[in-house]
């Protein structure tokens, strides 16, 4: 019996496949015909492998699978790991807003390196980079950003890792004469996670009803699924040259969003009102009072400032043309969030 979805011949080597956007881009590769071989750092943890064999068994396609153990900070081995593959999508990272800032930065530089050197040696020509708009900013306020945009701020250690690592990846691709494409999204919404992101994880707080009201935060949202998408077609394209921001849900808030949640799902306790911009220092408060109790600190004074500096008017008109992209609605990135946290 022939399988339902033909394989392309294809294998793209992908790091980082347990995390949020990178189990979606091998579900989406599979599903498209192409071999996947994926990088984890620890396959005897079922929290790293079991959701991405899901992907391939429920496709029908385990065969196209393979997992490998590798840790993006060695330098040795990657080019026999990635040996005989077509491209390679570099997703691994840290994506955190607390933790050991050196651990967050050198997983970021030194993997690129890593993984750049090796795609060079064993004859992998064309690469697609996750990178973030953190390092694309959102200053000047009141101006649309977009690909020509690069962060200026160094408040916190995930926006220098992120900047300075994109920047060394166009650094490595001239050295390397590597073909780079490199994706940019915003917020990252949507379900599918095994662990909370950054962008996903105040939602549970939200509809619990641990905050009376929501900061008017500037943030952009991209559903988790439209990221894989966008990865695979800026592989697929040849005309898919430079950066691609995602940000097709831009200029709103996590005010908005908590709004939002409610008016979808009035079952949930997420808050109706924001917090004025005046009165963030009461969050601020609140944020330092928890981390006695052992939270991690995400509403420091000093990145409070920052984000009220700039706003989250993000273009993704180049995602949208050059890649043909058809995002998925703002309802969709909020339905399908909440669903993961029921």
């Known amino acids: 019996m022939s399988e339902a979805i033909p394989a392309n011949g294809q294998t793209i080597f992908v790091t980082g496949v347990n995390g949020h956007i990178g189990n979606h881009i091998v579900k989406d590769l599979l599903s498209h015909g192409y071999a996947v071989k994926g990088s984890v750092r620890d396959l005897s943890d079922p929290k790293k492998v079991d959701h991405v064999k899901k992907h391939a068994e429920t496709l029908g396609v385990a065969e196209r699978l393979q997992l490998v153990e590798g840790d993006v900070l060695e330098a040795d081995g990657w080019d026999q790991k990635m040996d005989g593959c077509d491209g390679l999508f570099h997703t691994?990272?840290?994506?955190?807003?607390?933790?050991?800032?050196?651990?967050?930065?050198?997983?970021?530089?030194?993997?690129?390196?890593?993984?750049?050197?090796?795609?060079?040696?064993?004859?992998?020509?064309?690469?697609?980079?996750?990178?973030?708009?953190?390092?694309?900013?959102?200053?000047?306020?009141?101006?649309?950003k977009t690909e020509d945009d690069w962060q200026t701020d160094r408040s916190s250690p995930y926006t220098i890792a992120k900047t300075e690592s994109?920047?060394?990846?166009?650094?490595?691709?001239?050295?390397?004469?590597?073909?780079?494409?490199?994706?940019?999204?915003?917020?990252?919404?949507?379900?599918?996670?095994?662990?909370?992101?950054?962008?996903?994880?105040?939602?549970?707080?939200?509809?619990?009803?641990?905050?009376?009201?929501?900061?008017?935060?500037?943030?952009?949202?991209?559903?988790?699924?439209?990221?894989?998408?966008?990865?695979?077609?800026?592989?697929?394209?040849?005309?898919?040259?430079?950066?691609?921001?995602?940000a097709p849900h831009n200029n709103t808030t996590i005010a908005a969003v908590c709004r939002r949640i409610r008016e979808l799902h009035p079952e949930t306790k997420s808050p109706k009102r924001a917090i004025p911009?005046?009165?963030?220092?009461?969050?601020?408060?609140?944020?330092?009072a928890m981390s006695w109790f052992g939270a991690p600190r995400r509403m420091t004074r000093k990145a409070v400032k920052g984000y009220f500096r700039g706003d989250s008017n993000l273009s993704s008109k180049k995602a949208?043309?050059?890649?043909?992209?058809?995002?998925?609605?703002?309802?969709a990135c909020i339905n399908d969030t909440v669903r993961e946290f029921k």
């Open 92 to 144: 691994a990272t840290v994506y955190s807003t607390s933790g050991d800032a050196t651990v967050i930065i050198d997983t970021a530089n030194k993997g690129t390196q890593h993984l750049f050197t090796a795609a060079k040696q064993c004859g992998i020509a064309r690469i697609v980079y996750t990178s973030s708009i953190a390092a694309v900013g959102s200053m000047p306020k009141g101006r649309e």
């Open 166 to 246: 994109e920047r060394l990846a166009w650094d490595l691709a001239k050295q390397l004469d590597l073909d780079l494409r490199v994706i940019n999204p915003s917020g990252v919404l949507g379900g599918g996670f095994v662990k909370p992101t950054p962008s996903v994880e105040w939602f549970d707080d939200a509809m619990k009803g641990l905050f009376p009201a929501a900061p008017k935060i500037p943030m952009a949202f991209v559903h988790v699924m439209d990221v894989a998408i966008a990865h695979r077609k800026a592989y697929e394209i040849d005309e898919a040259q430079g950066r691609f921001i995602l």
């Open 277 to 288: 911009v005046s009165l963030m220092f009461i969050v601020v408060f609140q944020d330092w």
């Open 320 to 331: 949208t043309e050059v890649l043909g992209m058809e995002w998925r609605s703002f309802d």
